[in-house]
Structure formats: C-alpha cells, structure tokens
C-alpha cells in the first residue's frame, strides 16, 4: 500500500455557526429544546436569527470542526463540502483553507444559500442548536474526488450527512474508493435524531463491515443498540468494529478495540463556556493519535484534551495551540 498524501478526508455539511449568548428563558419563549439540535427551513431560521441578540460568526460543521482539530494538532486534512455563492460561503471556503486544510469543493450558484447554524448559548455554556443545512445538502456526486479519498489513511463520515440522497451517495461512493484502496472508514452518528431516521442504515453499514472506527456519545450508543444500559449498548456494538468510541460528556470516553478497552475522564477545566464542538474536537484528538500509532488509551486522552480546549471558549474550532497543550499534557 502507498504512502496516504493526506491523514484524514472527510465529507460534513459546511456551515457557518451563528453565535451569541441567551437566557434559558428565551430558549422557552421561541419553542426550542434546551441542549437540543433542530433542524429548520428558511423561515424559521430567519424567525430564530431576528431573536438572537448581538452574535458572532464562526466557520463551523461537524466533520470541518473535527479536520480544524486534527490540522492544529498537525495532521494533513482535505475536506468535502458543499456552499453557496454568498458572504457565509466566502467566510467558510476562506476559514477551512486558512486552517491549512485542502478544500476543493466549487461553490454551487443560486439558492439555497450556504448552510447556518443558529446557536443559543445559555449562561451555564449549554447550547441549543438550529440548523438550517441549506447548499450543504446539495453535495453531487461529482464533487467526490475517489482518488483523493483513496490517497488518505482514514476517510472520516459525518452522519448528519445521511440525510438527503445525494450527499448520502457521495458518502457511499467514498466508503466503496476508501475500501478498494484499503484504508480507514470512521463515522460519526452525529445525533440521537439521525439514528432515529436512518438507524436501519447505520446498523446495515457496521454489520457489512463498512465501518472501521465509530464514534458516538452514550445517548446515541443506546439509540443505535436500544439497550439503554451503558455496558450492555458496548457489549453489543463494539464486537461489529475495529474500534469503538464511546463518549460520555462530564464522565469521560470508552474506547474498544478488540479485546482492548481504555477509559479516561474528561480533562478539568475552569469553567465550561460552550459545549458546541466537543464531540468534534474529541475526535480530532483521537484521531490524530490513530494516525500516529498512539495507543489506545492515549487517543482517549488526546481526544480528552481537544474538547476541553473547546468548551472553554466559544465556537467549535480550537483557539488555543492544541500542539502546546498536548505536549504540557503529556511531555
């Protein structure tokens, strides 16, 4: 097999998140679910954005979050993902490939306008979320570069991106270049929603063996497995795949591999601003040490260290030198 020119490529929604801070009772009065991720129509995002108070723009999507993380901690990433013609389009094309991360993805004419998510952030840094994917779900399948996907070691699949058929295809045509190619496929479950609408097929992809490293929190590990026991959802899953991540907010991460298993507690912290990016960034350092070699436990940690970089400010890309903070870290 040939030396991979890229670490990890992954496929995600490409959306600017929309920032600003809010009382819960707001969250109340506009009908939305505390903590929760909706996804909205034109209309109702422009309902939310007028009710926002002042805001801050911030490049953002899941798979783009976890490639900023894996960049700063020195990985060589690509990205594909779909915006729009317009200002947010300009701001994410410019903040992805400013992170050092190749993006070729044209920019698709007319409407609907690139993808935003409206972010409400209560007082305690709890964030309740509304997306309005817009171009993102867009994605044709022509805008897969096999040969890109084959050239790096682990392709990285954002759930999220299930949904609509064409992006859903794409995501296909890559596990099957990825494949051929013999490299990594991970894939993030995104949200407990997801496996609500699309279960069968995220359930069908691990049972085939499409999937290498999957990523998950606790509630979706019981949404996927329906067995609402922590120990029981990774007695079931983990046994289907290479290596199992399973986080758990406040109380840490579970990793399997093979008869492996490694646990680690989330990393202190002064004070949580926005949890937007956890998750994301969690990966990103559990991945930056997969393709390192680290083992198991330490992926855990690295991953550990990134999501508290990212709940201690907001907006879902690292601010701080990840590099530097993993080396007072770990030596």
């Known amino acids: ?27 109340a009065e506009l009908g939305m679910v505390r903590g929760g991720m909706a996804l909205v129509d034109a209309e109702r995002a422009t309902e939310l954005y007028a009710a926002m108070g002042p805001a801050r723009e911030i490049s953002g999507g899941s798979a783009a979050n976890t490639l900023a993380g894996l960049s700063a901690l020195g990985a060589r990433c690509a990205f594909v993902g779909q915006v729009a013609t317009d200002e947010l389009g300009e701001i994410f094309a410019h903040d992805i490939r400013a992170a050092g991360i190749d993006y070729a993805t044209p920019p698709r004419a007319g409407d609907p306008p690139t993808g935003r998510c409206l972010i409400f952030v209560s007082p305690d840094g709890q964030r309740t979320m509304n997306t309005f994917l817009g171009a993102s779900h867009f994605l044709p399948v022509a805008a897969l570069d096999a040969d890109a996907v084959a050239d790096a070691s682990v392709l990285y699949l954002e759930g999220y991106m299930w949904d609509p ?7 296909r045509n890559a596990i099957a ?18 496996i609500d609408l699309y279960g069968a097929d995220f359930r069908a992809l691990i049972d085939e063996g499409a ?57 202190p912290i002064e004070q949580v601003v926005d949890t937007t990016g956890a998750g994301d960034l969690f990966a990103a350092g559990f991945l930056s040490g997969h393709v390192r070699g680290e083992n198991l436990k330490r992926c855990l940690e690295m991953g550990a260290v990134a999501a508290a970089e990212v709940i201690s400010h907001y907006g879902a890309r690292p601010e701080a030198d990840l590099k530097a903070l993993m080396k007072k870290r770990f030596g």
Do not use: W
């Open 1 to 27: 097999m040939t030396q991979p020119s890229y670490d990890v490529i992954a496929i995600g929604n490409a959306i600017v998140d929309v920032m600003a801070p809010c009382a819960d009772e707001l969250v």
């Open 165 to 171: 058929p064409g992006p859903r295809q794409v995501m």
């Open 177 to 194: 270049a990825a494949r051929a190619a013999g490299r990594t496929v991970a894939f993030t479950t995104s949200e407990v929603f997801m």
């Open 211 to 267: 999937i290498d490293i999957l990523f998950c929190n606790h509630h979706e590990l019981a949404a996927l497995t329906g067995e609402e026991d922590f120990e029981a959802g990774l007695a079931s899953l983990a046994p289907k795949l290479e290596i199992l991540v399973a986080t758990r907010s406040a109380d840490g991460a579970v990793a399997i591999a093979g008869g492996e298993r490694a646990e680690v507690l989330a990393e």
